[in-house]
């Protein structure tokens, strides 16, 4: 059956779909449809109105830790409030799901124009060394499936993983069918609090106890985290590609930036990351080979652009669509002085 | 489980300084523990950061050390998580009451069931000693060198102030009552905040001119008088517990 569905009700029934038992969040635009959504749910999940972004995704880590699968979404503004607990679940190595409906920032921005300036965030918004798994979809009918894989990815990978969204997607309606969607699902990956005498801590630590002031063993640990993240990264590495043997540029772009410039592809090559992090190196680097420019098309400026030139070690043309606006004529005349 | 049992002694010996009250808490919390029966598999402890956030991992059942003033955010998901689990949270006043005071406030309101025992040391002592939002107005410390300008916050009227609460003030001389404000906070079947009238005496007491532990603990001695049936308010030197 198929209906007319937003991308944060994707988002929230693709989340209660992978077995959602917890949810908690603080009401931002254009992240609060999710919230909205789960609140009806309360009593088959637990649901909390937190008191803020920061108490919202603390209480999922530890729902989290006592055996449910758990979820907190907001905005940009929330986000760098929620980075103090994405990094406590890095260290702990607790899953957790992190969505991120981007809107134009710094600070209270352009509320709530969309956005999509919070790539750098989702990798590195945490202080010090971790690898963040980040996925972003394109449509409503991704927004559920990609909800799922983030919480597979999360049980895998037993970190919090960030689904990133930016307003135009969030809020767009697309008729999809859901039942037609195939997927598997992931079981949880950690017991569950109250079966034993683990310490779980945002200390360095081996086997529960702290280990502070010892330089050889952080480089040891932290080898096998980045390790494992890349290995369970392999397994999620979704991209879309439409190759074009005419073109001599290929396109990158992502999430609404990828819908906008689809029509372009009879005259680009466009390749369109799903998991933005970490980088798709394997496949971007052979699917760039053949062209000869690359040009980044994305809603902030350069921020995924960066990225991607180190990881091609050539140069990577970049082409912002700033001030929550985005238009097609725009970006081809963009394209065309380049 | 005997009280021993409760202690994870592979983490032996504790970051707490000689003569720190912390330990003496600690203490009667596993005596209280051992007591009411409880198996490791019933209760889980949530620290924050501080040196009373290190407690939890000196308990032997599944614990948690998070961040700087979260531990009520995290214990509260815990118990939404599995209600079956008895959750304590023992940690420190700059941990629970400053950087944390937000979730205070509102994990009060939602009169979530945790248990929390709140050292309340008037300092930050793992860093250094600076002034805490519990410091008495005039104290000398790293931050308040010419003496603390403010009052301290009320704990008592912050969380007597909700419809329902159950707010209790101990202190480390006074174990037996102690133990026994933590069993019935326990027993409470909602929000029981526990203030535990602490000293510190490395990074606190001896920049006020004590040379022991003791002899701050002798002070509280001195200054704290049990109510066993208070009205509505507790006064300044008074301990008990208050109950709607």
Known sequence: MKQLIMGNEAVA?????????????????????????????????????????????????GASLAGLKAMTSTSGPGMSLKQEGIGLAQMMEVPLVVVDVQRVGPSTGMPTLPSQGDVLQAKHGSHGDYLALVFYPASVEECYRYTIEAFNAAEESRSPVILLLDGFLAH???????????????????????????????????????????????????????????????????????????????????????????????????????????????????????????????????????????????????????????HLQEIKEALNAI | MQYKDFVKWSRWPTTWCGGCAIGIVFKQVIF????????????????????????????????????????????????????????????????????????????????????????????????????????????????????????????????????????????AYHINHLQKVIREAFAWPGFAFIEVVAYCIENFGRRLGYRFGYEMLLKIKGIYKINRSPKERLKENELGVLIK
């Open chain 1, 13 to 61: 029934r693709g989340a209660l779909r992978a077995g959602l038992g917890f949810f908690a969040a603080y009401p931002i635009t254009p992240a609060s449809e999710i919230m909205h959504y789960l609140a009806e749910k309360e009593g088959e999940i637990e649901f909390v109105h937190a008191e803020d972004e920061i108490a919202s995704i603390h209480m999922a880590i």
């Open chain 1, 172 to 326: 767009l309606s697309e008729t999809v069918d859901l039942r037609r969607i195939r997927f598997s699902l992931k079981k949880r990956s950690l017991a569950p609090l109250g079966t034993g005498n683990r310490h779980f801590t945002g200390l360095l630590s081996k086997e529960g106890i702290p280990n502070t002031d010892d330089s050889q063993y952080y480089r040891q640990w932290y080898a096998r985290v980045k390790n494992k993240m890349l290995s369970v990264a392999d397994k999620y590495a979704f991209y879309e590609y439409w190759k074009n043997p005419q073109a001599t540029t290929l396109l990158i772009a992502f999430g609404i930036t990828a819908r906008v410039i689809r029509p372009l592809k009879d005259r680009y090559a466009i390749f369109r990351p799903i998991r933005l992090f970490p980088v798709l190196a394997g496949p971007l680097k052979e699917i760039a080979a053949p062209y000869q420019r690359v040009v980044v098309v994305e809603m902030s400026d350069g921020q995924y652009a960066g990225e991607v030139q180190r990881v091609l070690q050539r140069e990577v043309i970049s082409l912002p669509v700033l001030g929550g606006e985005i």
């Open chain 2, 32 to 171: 209280s523990l051992e007591r009411m029966g409880l198996a490791q598999n019933e209760l889980t402890v949530v620290s924050g950061i501080g040196c009373s956030g290190r407690a939890a991992g000196y308990f032997n059942v599944d614990s948690v050390h998070v961040t700087h003033g979260r531990a009520l955010p995290v214990a509260e998901g815990i118990k939404r998580g599995n209600p079956h689990l008895k959750v304590l949270v023992f940690s420190g006043d700059g941990d629970l009451v400053g950087i944390g005071g937000n979730h205070l406030i509102h994990t009060a309101r939602r009169n979530v069931d945790l248990t929390v025992i709140c050292i309340n040391n008037q300092t930050y002592g793992m860093t250094g000693g600076q002034m805490a939002p519990t410091t008495l107005k005039g104290t000398k410390t790293l931050t308040s060198p010419h003496g603390n300008r403010y009052h301290p916050l009320n704990i008592q009227g912050l969380i007597t102030s909700n419809h329902n609460y159950f707010y209790a003030r101990s202190s």
